[in-house]
């Protein structure tokens, strides 16, 4: 086995494949974070169905899918971010009318796709050996900006992260700091569309933090084990699916939940924090 | 020339078809204690997060004298601490008691900038102050109540605010925890000589430096004066509209209900 996976390392798709999963599991996890402990996996989903939709309405129009699924990431970031400032609506209704709406998009486009739909099937599923050399700056340079965001505005993240009334009280520009989120999750899953999919990136999207969670309570470390956690399962993922000949994103993805399960099953915080669930009894929201 | 650090002018939030305040005008000057209190829905929250730059207003508000808008700006921000009520927290979310306290630092430390360590010697000497000192590496979400609002209001005195807001902070804690915090806050208030503003809906737990009250009702201010008058049994159960009567024992005041 050792030898097999030797002789594709040799082989350029498949380090093209190599880096993108360590790529695309820095970045995806890095993003699980923020969603996992800012609660918002809806938007989460619903930027990855924006990125999948923009990319189909690319290949319609004929113009580059990950400018068109960024662009269309963008305006949902635009309409995404406002709405989960209001206080007199339900966003998470919003949510999920906006996930539906760009899911239908994104099917009619592949509906009247005339020519073969093997492209937008890849932009839904992903295929980490058919990725190009420029797929692969565009996740570099994306992963590099996400990374340099954390490392220079940790402190602003985690006051953000623990409460964005409090950070706006106490003067963080938490807005920003809340927009240039949504706007790196945008630009993260258009890259990553051609990796592991429109479909599949958001258990990425959730998985490596939702590990980190409950593994640790420092908050640096929480990065760590979540991007940790989110490159084994993209590059274990990868190799199964050589291996075994399965797709690659799945693999990647049933990768990802089986090191959840691992943690969890391991969690040394389960049990201490049985005794902490008094204390989110009995009070108000002020996120 | 006026102390007064913070005027408002018929301030109005609707909501929808909802009139959450209407016409609100209050001046409050520096190192004022002043309670914001009435029953449920009376617009004390409402009027608070005006106060800090949460909710958009119709009507006229100058802060140390400023004109502001909706847009609050960060040197503003910077002045105006706040103590929100106890909020949900997941047990297991990554900070501890001495990070959450650094976090009030963020905004006065500016970008780029970490807190050092004479930062944190800060921040422990304000643990310190409210005996949540021994809990600076305990996560957050696993301390009691009591203890989080502890280190809620270090956060917030951290920051050096000039008023301080506070929304029910002795909401859902038990009565000796409750007795506990008001005692602190009412040292933090003569320590810093801070304004302050304290929302409650609960006349029997109140800080013994409030001296002056403001009730609210149904959006309105109905009464702005002392505190005795404000908590007295014919003011009380004009606002509740229940026959309350209260008394004094031992420094607390006690409520009976008709």
Same mark, same amino acid.
């Given at each position: ?12 798709? +498949? ?37 999948? #939709? ?13 400018? %068109? ?20 609506? @339900? ?19 592949? !509906? ?21 050399? *420029?797929?692969?700056? $565009? ?27 409090? #950070? ?18 945008? @630009? ?62 799945? *693999? ?5 939940? @089986? ?26 929201? $002020?996120? | ?21 209407? !016409? +609100? *005008?209050?001046?409050? %000057? ?11 829905? @009376? ?20 802060? =140390? ?9 960060? #040197? ?35 970008? =780029? ?30 301390? %009691? ?6 280190? %809620? ?59 002056? #009250? ?41 409520? *009976?209900?008709?």
């Amino acid at each position: 086995m050792v030898e097999q996976l030797v002789e594709a390392l040799s082989c350029p798709p +498949i380090q093209r494949a190599v880096i993108a999963c360590v790529l695309c599991g820095a970045s995806c996890s890095l993003l699980s974070v923020f969603v996992v402990l800012m609660k918002m996996p809806l938007i989460g989903v619903s930027m990855s169905h924006a990125a999948f #939709a923009g990319a189909v309405l690319g290949l319609l129009l004929d113009v580059n899918p990950f400018a %068109s699924g960024f662009v269309v990431c963008l305006l949902a970031a635009g309409i995404l971010g406002p709405l989960s400032d209001r206080t007199d609506i @339900a966003p998470e209704n919003v949510l999920g009318i906006m996930f539906s709406f760009l899911m239908g998009l994104a099917f009619l486009g592949m !509906g009247i796709l005339t020519r073969t739909k093997a492209g937008a099937l890849n932009l839904m599923w992903g295929s980490l050996l058919s990725l190009s050399g *420029s797929d692969i700056r $565009i996740l570099t340079v994306i992963t590099t900006l996400l990374v340099l965001f954390v490392a220079l505005f940790f402190k602003e993240i985690r006051s953000v992260m623990f409460s964005r009334r409090l #950070a706006a009280s106490s003067g963080v520009p938490e807005k920003a700091i809340y927009y240039a989120l949504l706007f790196l999750t945008g @630009a993260v899953v258009s890259a990553n569309l051609a990796t592991v999919g429109g479909l599949l990136i958001f258990a990425l999207l959730v998985q490596p933090g939702a590990t980190a969670l409950q593994l640790t309570y420092n908050l640096k470390h929480f990065f760590l084990i979540a991007a940790a956690a989110g490159i084994g399962a993209c590059v274990s993922g990868l190799f199964l699916s050589y291996i075994f000949d399965l797709p690659s994103g799945a *693999s990647v993805v049933l990768m990802a939940t @089986a090191i959840f399960a691992a943690a969890f099953i391991v969690s040394p915080k389960r049990r201490s924090n049985k005794s902490g669930e008094r204390n989110t009894t009995h009070a108000t929201d $002020i996120r | 020339m006026t102390d007064a650090i913070l005027e408002l002018e018929e301030i109005t939030v609707r909501k929808s078809e909802t009139l959450l305040l209407d !016409g +609100i *005008s209050l001046t409050v %000057s520096r190192n004022e204690f002043v309670g914001l209190i009435g029953p449920n829905g @009376a617009g004390k929250t409402t009027l608070l997060n005006v106060i800090a730059g949460f909710e958009p207003f119709q009507g006229s508000f100058r802060l =140390f004298g400023q004109r502001e808008t909706g847009k609050r700006s960060r #040197a503003s921000r910077l002045r105006v601490g706040y103590v929100p009520q106890l909020f949900p927290l997941d047990p297991a979310f990554p900070i501890n008691a001495l990070e959450a306290v650094l976090t009030g630092l963020v905004g006065r430390l500016g970008l =780029f900038r970490s807190p050092g360590g004479k930062e944190k010697e800060k921040a422990m000497n304000l643990m310190e102050m409210m005996r949540v000192d021994r809990l600076a590496g305990r996560p957050l979400g696993q301390l %009691s109540g009591g203890e989080r609002q502890k280190v %809620s209001l270090a956060r917030a005195i951290i920051q050096q605010p000039e008023i301080l807001l506070m929304d029910e902070p002795t909401a859902s804690l038990d009565s000796a925890v409750q007795k506990e915090v008001l005692n602190l806050i009412d040292e933090i208030h003569r320590r810093e000589s801070l304004t302050i503003l304290f929302v409650t809906h609960d006349f029997t737990m109140i800080p013994s430096a409030m001296k002056r #009250a403001v009730l609210l009702d149904r959006g309105a201010k109905v009464f702005d004066g002392d505190v005795d008058t404000a908590l007295s049994g014919d003011s009380l159960s004009r606002l509740f509209r229940y026959p309350l009567e209260t008394f004094e024992h031992n420094g607390r005041r006690f409520v *009976s209900y008709g």
